[in-house]
């Protein structure tokens, strides 16, 4: 049971390139959500899926998009990254509500040069 | 707007000694969670209290929660080296299926 597992771990790109961030989870948890943090301050909410085929906006969407592919697995996509894109992506997942605990991946470290 | 807010931003006391962080917030919530992150990990959940619940005990972790004065406490008794790291306070409102976070405290124990 690896709980929430996320790829790649580092990745450095330069500004205007894309990527993909890959986010599973083995819980079988209906609820995942993408956050970013930046030094000195919390996590901030980028998107989330209630549940498989539905995504919402978080706080700080702007710059990304998301796939919920199955219930397993959420996506987060960087279309053209912008230095103001560099921080630690976190991914997590819930049994349900928002409300419920909330379960982390390790984090993936992104610098947009 | 940021909901949670936590105080001190850093704390350094001996092994042994304990451990208070606070945590405010500014609009009505569902429950408040607390969560700690060593360097360079995620996150990982200590405890969750309801709104309606005022303490709450797990292990060497005591939480309260305060509503009328939009606040919460973490308490950790007999501090060990292990509990290195930052904390987390996490609010879920009761609409709009948002969670906030606020900007942690970094707690380092010395042994």
């Known amino acids: 049971n690896a709980g929430v597992t996320q790829t790649p771990k580092f990745q450095v790109l330069k500004t205007g390139q894309s990527m993909t961030l890959q986010c599973a989870q083995d819980m079988n948890h209906n609820s995942m959500y993408w956050y970013r943090q930046d030094p000195g301050m919390g996590l901030r909410l980028i998107y989330y899926?209630?549940?498989?085929?539905?995504?919402d906006k978080g706080e700080v969407p702007n710059g990304y998009n998301v796939s919920r592919l199955n219930k397993r697995e959420f996506s987060l996509r960087l279309e053209s990254a912008a230095p103001s894109q560099t921080s630690v992506y976190f991914c997590?997942?819930?049994?349900?509500?928002?409300?419920?605990?909330?379960?982390f991946g390790p984090g993936t470290r992104l610098t947009v040069l | 707007s940021q909901q949670g807010e936590e105080d001190p931003q850093a704390l350094s006391i001996q092994e042994g000694e304990n451990a208070t962080m606070n945590c405010s917030y500014k609009t009505s919530i569902n429950n408040l969670q607390w969560y700690r992150q060593n360097s360079g990990r995620g996150l990982v959940h200590l405890i969750l209290?309801?709104?309606?619940?005022r303490e709450k005990h797990s292990g060497r972790l005591r939480v309260t929660l305060d509503t009328s004065k939009k606040s919460s406490s973490l308490l950790i008794t007999a501090s060990r080296a292990a509990d290195t790291a930052s904390y987390f306070c996490?609010?879920?409102?009761?609409?709009?299926?948002?969670?906030?976070f606020g900007t942690g405290t970094s707690l380092t124990v010395i042994p």
């Open positions: 996490a609010t879920a409102l009761f609409t709009g299926n948002q969670f906030y």
């Open positions: 899926s209630a549940s498989e085929g539905t995504t």
């Open positions: 209290i309801r709104s309606n619940e």
């Open positions: 997590a997942s819930s049994v349900g509500h928002h409300t419920d605990t909330q379960y």
